[in-house]
Structure formats: C-alpha cells, structure tokens
C-alpha cells in the first residue's frame, strides 16, 4: 500500500467524522474546548483502534463482523438521527441530544468507525501480516480524523452562528443519510 493510497483512505475514513463534527458545531454554536478536545479525540482514536481491532480479528471472526458491521452503523446513526429529528422539533429549553454529552461523543466515535473496521480485516488481505506493517496507516487514519473534526467542529459554529435554522433537524438527517450510504455500500446497493 502506497503513502498515497494510505493518506487518500485516511481521508475518506475521516469524511464522516467531519460531516458528523460539523453537525454537532452547529447545533453547539459556540466552542466549547472540553466538547472540541474530546470529539476530536475520541473520533481519531477509534477512528485508529477500530483498523487495528479489525486486523487482530480478521483469522477468527471476519465472516461475523462482516456480516454485521453495516447493520451496526446503520442503526447506531439512525436512533441518533432519529433522536436530533426529534429534538429539533421541541423547544430550545427541551433538547436531549447534547454533543457535549460524552456517552454522545462516544456512541459517535463508535458509529463513524465501523469502516474503519472492515478496513482493518482489508489491511490482513492485502498482505499486511505484521503489526508494525500497521502500525504507519493506523497512525496517519487516526491524525487525519482527529483534525478533520477539529476543522468540521469549527465550521459547523461558524455556520450555526450565522444561519438561525433547526439545525438538529439538518443534523439528524445526515445522521441517518451517512448510516443509509454505509448500509447501501455493504449491500452493494450503490
């Protein structure tokens, strides 16, 4: 695998981080360095484990995992889509969906990285049978993560200041959009 290839699957690996980061700036509006720090950190790190988790288990349980891992995303984004919809309609006093809420961030981190799974079980196919063989992409998928959310957070309060819309509503549904394209991809539906 090529230092090109590597850096360009990092970076689609990341884009869901950014979306779902940008989304979670909007509905914040403002930084919150703890929310930034933590978001940024968890999407990377899993983002990181996840390659390395799929690689580990790729001799044992690969025909599970495989067979699940697009249902799994699917479903976590859904019930969190599902759930910004929601709250999107009820009063500014009333929301439940927090982003500043760390079982949030993790739930996230969680379901923006189950392709980083099946990556990890494609890293034992294509050759990779040792582990400092990958330990180099594990470390640029989690950096370029970690920054993507950085930047997405960032942007996603730029445009939540400036534009005054429901922006859960927006949110849940690129929510349930990014886990409808997971599922779609794993069935070969697109």
Same mark, same amino acid.
């Given at each position: 695998? $090529?230092?090109? #290839? !590597?850096?360009?699957?990092?970076?689609?690996?990341?884009?869901?981080?950014?979306?779902? #980061?940008?989304?979670?700036?909007?509905?914040?509006?403002?930084?919150?360095?703890?929310?930034?720090? +933590?978001?940024?950190?968890?999407?990377?790190?899993? &983002?990181?484990?996840?390659?390395?988790?799929?690689?580990?288990? $790729?001799?044992?349980? #690969?025909?599970?995992?495989?067979?699940?891992?697009?249902?799994?995303?699917?479903?976590? +984004?859904?019930?969190?889509?599902?759930?910004?919809?929601?709250?999107? *309609?009820?009063?500014?006093? &009333?929301?439940? *969906?927090?982003?500043?809420?760390?079982?949030?961030? !993790?739930?996230?981190?969680?379901?923006?990285?189950?392709?980083?799974?099946?990556?990890?079980?494609?890293?034992? *196919?294509?050759?990779?049978? $040792?582990?400092? #063989?990958?330990?180099?992409?594990?470390?640029?998928?989690?950096?370029?993560?970690?920054?993507?959310?950085?930047?997405? &957070? /960032?942007?996603?309060?730029?445009?939540?200041?400036? /534009?005054?819309?429901?922006?859960?509503?927006?949110?849940?549904?690129?929510?349930?959009?990014?886990?409808?394209?997971?599922?779609?991809?794993?069935?070969?539906?697109?």
């Amino acid at each position: 695998m $090529t230092d090109l #290839s !590597i850096w360009l699957l990092a970076v689609s690996l990341a884009m869901d981080c950014f979306t779902v #980061s940008m989304t979670s700036g909007m509905i914040l509006r403002k930084v919150y360095w703890r929310t930034w720090i +933590l978001m940024s950190f968890f999407f990377g790190l899993f &983002q990181a484990i996840m390659p390395l988790i799929g690689w580990i288990f $790729t001799s044992r349980f #690969s025909h599970l995992i495989e067979s699940i891992d697009h249902w799994i995303a699917f479903g976590l +984004l859904s019930i969190l889509g599902l759930r910004m919809i929601k709250e999107g *309609f009820n009063d500014k006093d &009333q929301h439940g *969906f927090d982003p500043n809420s760390l079982k949030v961030i !993790i739930t996230l981190a969680i379901a923006t990285s189950i392709d980083a799974l099946a990556v990890g079980i494609s890293f034992a *196919f294509i050759g990779m049978d $040792t582990f400092s #063989s990958i330990l180099y992409p594990i470390f640029i998928i989690g950096v370029v993560s970690l920054v993507f959310s950085m930047i997405g &957070q /960032f942007l996603g309060i730029y445009f939540g200041k400036r /534009f005054h819309i429901r922006t859960e509503i927006i949110g849940g549904i690129i929510l349930i959009g990014i886990g409808v394209k997971i599922l779609a991809d794993h069935l070969h539906l697109l």
